[in-house]
Each structure stands twice: as C-alpha cells, then as structure tokens.
C-alpha cells in the first residue's frame, strides 16, 4: 500500500515545538550511540528516564537550589571576611555554598540553552516550509518519492519520529517535515507501523504518540 502526502503550507504555531522535540531527540539518540557509557552515568545522576513535565519541575527546581544557596552563600561569607580569623568557618562554608548555587544555576541551565537552540533551528526550518511547492510526497516500496522521483530508500533513513502532528525523517543530512493533516491517501496509525518496519534494521523511528 502507498502512502502519499500533499504538501500544503506549516502555518499551524505549535509545530515549531514539535519539531524541536524531535530534533532534540534525534540528536539524544545519536550521542548515545556514540557515547553509550557517558549516558549510563547521565542517566544514573539524573535518575532514569523520566517525562518531560517532570524533568521541567526538575530544572526549576535547581534554578531556586541556585539561588538560595547562593544567597546563603553571600550572607556567610561577607561577615567571615570582616573577621576571618574568627569567622573562619563561616567565610568556608559561605565560599563552599557560593560556589554551590553557582554551579547548581549553571548546571540547571544547559537544558535551558538546548532547547533553545533546538527552537532556533526548528523556526528556521519551519520557515521554509511557509510557502512550500504544490508538491506529492509518496511513500511505496522502494521508499521515498518526491514530485515523483525517488528522493531516499528506507536503508538511507537514519531517523524518523512521530509527533501529535507530523512526522520528521532525515537522511544522509536532509530532513522533511510531513503534516499528518496533509495524508491524502493511507492511514496515519498504519503510516507509523509502516515506517517503524521498513527502517528496522537502518534506523531509529521513536514516537511522541504517547506525550
């Protein structure tokens, strides 16, 4: 069975998320590939996978850490620096408290600044899709045509994702952006299991159905 999308503008605002999400993801997945040890102890400090909306609370959470110890910090080490030999013990646990809250604030930003880059690229790429050719995407049995041609196999795929809205594929450094709502013919449920069989073996397909 083909599967064929009929490109029609991205003017819907919650894509740009979505997107982000899933180039996020991509990346994730690659660097654990890459680096599988790294992320065993990643996720052994960070507590297992866990969802978004927790590892969100989580984020805000250390940016308060930061701040109060920072200011626990402030409030010790300014009298122990009138009178360090008194004060010894204050001025340390200020210095150590300082430095606490700082690096808590530092490392509870790198997420931070991920995502945003993420948004950043994703708007860019979002962007070109504002005013896209009146083109056919057409998915048969030795993979992906575009205006008719064939643009990619399935063993070219190195990722696909399924978000609420669309699907995401790249391959051999492209990417396409596909609306769910531009499906013409096939079925969107039978689209994913389709994709996630014809990579098996290629590449990684994940899915956000779920979030």
């Known amino acids: 069975m083909d599967f064929i999308f009929q490109i029609s503008p991205y003017k819907d605002p ?8 899933a180039m996020e993801k991509r990346t994730e997945l ?22 978004e909306d927790i590892r969100k609370k989580r984020h805000i959470r250390y940016r308060i850490y930061g701040v109060l110890l920072i200011v626990m ?3 010790l080490i300014v009298p122990g620096l009138m009178e360090p030999e008194k004060l010894l013990v204050p001025l340390i646990a200020g210095a150590v408290g300082l430095l606490a809250g700082l690096f808590t604030l530092w490392a509870g930003g790198i997420k931070s600044r991920q995502t945003r880059r993420f948004d950043q690229a994703a708007g860019k790429l979002l962007k070109e899709f504002e005013a896209p050719p009146l ?10 045509e575009i205006g008719g041609k064939l643009a990619a196999s399935y063993a070219d795929f190195d990722f696909a994702t399924e978000t609420k809205d669309l699907f995401l594929l790249t391959w051999r450094g492209k990417v396409i952006v596909l609306q769910k709502k531009d499906l013409a013919v096939g079925d969107r449920a039978q689209f994913g299991d389709f994709l996630m069989d014809r990579m098996k073996g290629y590449g990684t397909f994940y899915s956000f159905r779920s979030f």
């Open 14 to 21: 919650t894509l740009a998320r979505q997107v982000s999400d």
């Open 30 to 51: 690659r660097a654990r590939e890459q680096h599988p040890g790294l992320w065993r102890v990643t996720d052994r400090l960070n507590g297992g996978k866990v969802p």
């Open 73 to 75: 910090g402030v409030i």
């Open 135 to 144: 083109a056919r995407v057409r998915f048969v049995r030795e993979g992906m």
